[in-house]
């Protein structure tokens, strides 16, 4: 059973727009989250993170948002441009059940397009 | 570039046989991830180890087998090998073992078993 989702595995978006990726969880004690980007024949990048103690944290044109209620959490995107066009992995830290090793989604395959 | 290198970057081999993976980590990183990437599958934890040692086990089957040399690099083990193992291999490295976003990831080896 997947404890981390991504139900969109691609999103197209126009360049300048705003890009939403969207990441749903099951277990309410993952307590810390982290965005990666992956561009082809790479290895995923770490993006940003969030610790469940924040609804919000913002490093530039990215902004995670965390609705611990709702398990959910949101990577905005603005304004995007067609460098941005990869595959967006949300994972989970499990602390409360182990030591840094990441529970990932499947990914969403983010384009712009100029 | 991560700073992580994963040899050899494809890898084709017959159902049956057997194969190691290798990566060496970051310089200075004492702990090691290795993930798996299969088809319509996020990335899967396999294990961890820490300057030597196995500290995080994953949904890692019981024909693969990982260490960590003195060294710090790492090799995982694949044996009696199967079509449902082809996937991409990612490593991982940090420096302490114990912060997520701390992993910085490897370009991958591609598996293909045939």
């Known amino acids: 059973d997947q404890q981390v989702k991504q139900n969109s595995p691609s999103l197209s978006v126009q360049e300048g727009r705003i890009s939403i990726l969207n990441c749903d969880y099951t277990?309410?004690?993952?307590?810390?989250f982290l965005w990666y980007k992956k561009y082809p024949a790479e290895g995923p990048t770490f993006l940003i993170s969030?610790?469940?103690?924040?609804d919000k944290n913002e490093d530039g044109r990215f902004t995670v948002f965390l609705n611990k209620s709702a398990k959910h959490l949101s990577l905005h995107i603005v304004p995007s441009q067609p460098g941005d066009s990869a595959v967006y992995f949300c994972?989970?830290?499990?602390?409360?059940?182990?030591?840094?090793?990441?529970?990932f989604g499947k990914g969403t395959k983010l384009s712009v397009k100029p | 570039d991560s700073g992580v290198t994963q040899t050899p970057k494809h890898l084709i081999t017959a159902t049956g046989q057997r194969v190691t993976l290798r990566c060496s980590p970051r310089?200075?990183?004492?702990?090691v991830y290795w993930y798996q990437q299969s088809l319509d599958q996020g990335l899967q934890f396999l294990i961890q180890?820490?300057?030597?040692?196995?500290?995080a086990k994953g949904n890692i089957l019981e024909r693969f087998s990982a260490q960590q040399f003195p060294d710090l690099h790492s090799e995982l083990n694949l044996s009696s090998l199967e079509l449902g193992d082809s996937a991409l291999y990612f490593c991982?490295?940090?420096?302490?073992?114990?912060?997520?976003?701390?992993?910085?990831f490897g370009p991958g080896t591609r598996l293909t078993v045939t």
């Open positions: 969030i610790s469940s103690i924040k």
């Open positions: 310089s200075g990183d004492l702990s």
């Open positions: 994972a989970a830290d499990p602390r409360g059940v182990s030591q840094g090793n990441l529970i």
């Open positions: 180890y820490y300057n030597g040692e196995e500290r």
């Open positions: 991982a490295s940090s420096e302490s073992g114990t912060l997520s976003y701390e992993q910085y």
């Open positions: 277990n309410s004690m993952f307590d810390y």
